[in-house]
Every structure is written in C-alpha cells, then in structure tokens.
C-alpha cells in the first residue's frame, strides 16, 4: 500500500502565498500521477492541478497562473506553491497519487492523503 501525508496549510491573508507538500510512502514503483484536489464547505471536491509524468501539468482554470506543482528528484513528493490566494481558494486539499507499487508483484494503487486545511481571509 501507499501512503501519502500532506502538510503546509495554514491561514493567511489574500494575496499571500502558501506552499503545500505530499510525501508518498510505500513500496512504491512509480507513481505516475501525483496531484492536488481541494473541497470547500457544502461543495464536490474538485482538481486543483496535477502532475503526470508523461504529459507534465495540468491546472483548474481558477489557479492557473497562480499556483505551480512539481515534484522531487525521485518523484514521489509533491508540491504546490500557491501564490496570489483568494478567499474562495479556501477548503480542504487533498493530495492524490496513482500508478503502480511492489507487493509479490506489480499493482496498481490510488491514494489519498487525510488533507490539510487552507484558510485565505479576505
């Protein structure tokens, strides 16, 4: 099994900056997705940006330009460097990780982290 563990949450002011780390832990082979999801009060969780080793990024409309993902040498951390924050980027996000880990054989896995709070007053 994979585990990931987030942290870098807080409360801040609008405009400030935020930085967001996942670390993937586990037999891991590669992960070949490592992303960030968030969910506000009383709405669905939605994608914040994601990294795939392949294709490189991809962002929410809403943070494009704002916020910037990438990961470690080894690929099994993440980050998210989140400038520019707004009151409506507060919620919950959520650290996500998808592709394959060693158990007496190569499986697929989809994690998730038990998310970290931001908090962005206006």
């Known amino acids: 099994q994979v585990q990931l563990v987030e942290s870098g949450g807080g409360l801040v002011q609008a405009g400030e900056s935020l930085r967001l780390s996942c670390v993937a832990s586990?037999?891991?082979?590669?992960?070949?997705?490592m992303g960030w999801y968030r969910q506000a009060p009383g709405k669905s969780r939605e994608l914040v940006a994601i990294?795939?080793?392949?294709?490189?990024?991809i962002y929410a409309e809403t943070v494009e330009g704002r916020f910037t993902i990438s990961r470690n040498a080894g690929k099994t951390t993440v980050y998210l460097q989140m400038n520019g924050l707004k009151p409506e980027d507060t919620g919950v996000y959520y650290c996500?990780?998808?592709?394959?880990?060693?158990?007496?054989?190569?499986?697929?896995?989809?994690?998730w982290g038990q998310g970290t709070q931001v908090t962005v007053s206006s």
């Open positions: 996500n990780a998808k592709g394959d880990y060693w158990a007496g054989g190569r499986h697929e896995f989809e994690s």
């Open positions: 586990g037999n891991i082979f590669r992960a070949n997705d």
């Open positions: 990294d795939n080793l392949k294709d490189g990024a």
